[in-house]
């Protein structure tokens, strides 16, 4: 099993080098650290007395790994959560935030768990999350990965701005799609006829 580091390492290198994409509300972006968190950590790297563009550009791999396993492993206390899931539900919360544990905390309420959805991982979610994850820890896994495909999907339904995030040019599965799919078993992966069947409302 990776390490929660080499999880970190590997969101690295599928968020990729600098861009800046205007649809993206994250706004200036390298290895998946936006400018936001850059500047609400007060990163200024280059100590000029303000987090701009160019702070983002001098960001490391080896700092955005720091970045995420602090603030977006440790402190939202993913690890508190059963192993099945914590790599899927981490790499979630670098693409969204606490979103990620309201995605988690909806499909434990749809298994008939008392629990609230605030987005924040206290004990009730802890042991909720526990208690679904056995004695299948990848069948929760699976369940949380379709999940998340599932919002990815509505997300691109409600703004057509995001649909080139799920779809490619192409006509292909796009890269949050992909992502989802890479903490699912091979067996709940979209064929292409059911993906096109998925998007086919889609300008």
Do not use: C
């Given at each position: 099993?990776?390490?929660?580091?080499?999880?970190?390492?590997?969101?690295?290198?599928?968020?990729?080098?600098?861009?800046?994409?205007?649809d993206d509300p994250g706004?200036?972006?390298?290895?998946?650290?936006?400018?936001?968190?850059?500047?609400?950590?007060?990163?200024?790297?280059?100590?000029?007395?303000?987090?701009?563009?160019?702070?983002?550009?001098?960001?490391?791999k080896a700092q955005a790994?720091?970045?995420?396993?602090?603030?977006?492993?440790?402190?939202?206390?993913?690890?508190?959560?059963?192993?099945?899931?914590?790599?899927?539900?981490?790499?979630?919360?670098?693409?969204?935030?606490?979103?990620?544990?309201?995605?988690?905390?909806?499909?434990?309420?749809?298994?008939?768990?008392?629990?609230?959805?605030?987005?924040?991982?206290?004990?009730?979610?802890?042991?909720?999350?526990?208690?679904?994850?056995?004695?299948?820890?990848?069948?929760?896994?699976?369940?949380?990965?379709?999940?998340?495909?599932?919002?990815?999907?509505?997300?691109?339904?409600?703004?057509?701005?995001?649909?080139?995030?799920?779809?490619?040019?192409?006509?292909?599965?796009?890269?949050?799609?992909?992502?989802?799919?890479?903490?699912?078993?091979?067996?709940?992966?979209?064929?292409?006829?059911?993906?096109?069947?998925?998007?086919?409302?889609?300008?």
């Amino acid at each position: 099993m990776r390490t929660v580091r080499q999880i970190a390492k590997g969101i690295v290198a599928r968020e990729g080098g600098f861009v800046d994409d205007p649809d993206d509300p994250g706004g200036a972006t390298k290895y998946g650290v936006t400018i936001h968190t850059m500047r609400r950590l007060g990163l200024d790297l280059d100590r000029d007395g303000s987090v701009t563009q160019q702070d983002v550009r001098m960001l490391s791999k080896a700092q955005a790994v720091d970045i995420f396993l602090e603030h977006y492993f440790e402190k939202p206390r993913l690890q508190v959560l059963p192993k099945a899931v914590q790599a899927s539900v981490f790499d979630m919360y670098v693409n969204a935030g606490a979103q990620a544990v309201k995605i988690l905390q909806n499909l434990l309420r749809q298994m008939e768990y008392d629990i609230t959805v605030d987005g924040v991982i206290g004990p009730q979610t802890a042991q909720a999350s526990r208690e679904a994850a056995s004695p299948k820890p990848l069948v929760f896994r699976d369940a949380y990965g379709v999940a998340r495909r599932n919002y990815y999907f509505r997300l691109a339904d409600r703004r057509i701005a995001l649909r080139k995030y799920a779809r490619t040019r192409a006509g292909g599965k796009g890269g949050w799609i992909k992502r989802a799919e890479e903490f699912l078993s091979p067996k709940y992966h979209l064929s292409e006829d059911a993906f096109q069947k998925r998007v086919s409302g889609w300008v």
